[in-house]
């Protein structure tokens, strides 16, 4: 494989800030990840962070403003405000989250009614967050979630 190289820095270059945000941890059994615990039946886990990764775009040219973007929401505060139905999934992950993405964004001085959009991975629970919290941002889903618009059946 050759390899590559990047371009220097540049003056003239735009470029994307990138900052994670820790929102909370959970216990992901390894049976959920690792095929050998299913086959061995291991009851095995690890606590792991959940992450929201907040991206800012300099002002720059046709923009009056820096945009700022939101990658994952991670957990919700003290896991409240899930529907019913992930009840058993709460307790088997047992989420821990004392500060949430806004709470956080806020500590390091960020507005999150400066948030313009989300940006979800997937709609995992340790993912969402609770979007309420940024009412100005526009939610962009893959397609994955293209489903959760469409008419219910009857």
């Given amino acids: 494989m050759k390899n590559r190289t990047l371009p220097s820095a540049h003056y003239s270059q735009v470029c994307v800030n990138v900052s994670v ?7 992901l059994p390894h049976k959920e990840v690792f095929q ?21 775009h300099p002002t720059r040219g046709k923009y009056l403003f820096d945009l700022k973007y939101l990658f994952d929401l991670g957990l919700r505060k003290h896991a409240k405000g899930y529907p019913p139905a992930l009840d058993g999934i709460l307790v088997e992950f047992k989420p821990n989250c004392d500060k949430d993405a806004s709470e956080i964004l806020i500590e390091n001085n960020v507005d999150p ?4 959009g989300i940006i979800f991975s997937h709609l995992h629970f340790d993912h969402t967050g609770d979007i309420q919290l940024f009412p100005s941002a526009e939610i962009i889903l893959g397609g994955e979630g293209e489903s959760l618009f469409d008419a219910p059946t009857s």
Avoid: K, R
């Fill in 36 to 56: 050998d615990a299913l086959e061995n039946g291991a009851e095995t886990g690890s606590t792991v962070p959940t992450f929201s990764f907040l991206l800012e």
């Fill in 113 to 116: 009614n400066e948030i313009q």
């Fill in 21 to 27: 945000l820790i929102p909370g941890h959970l216990y």
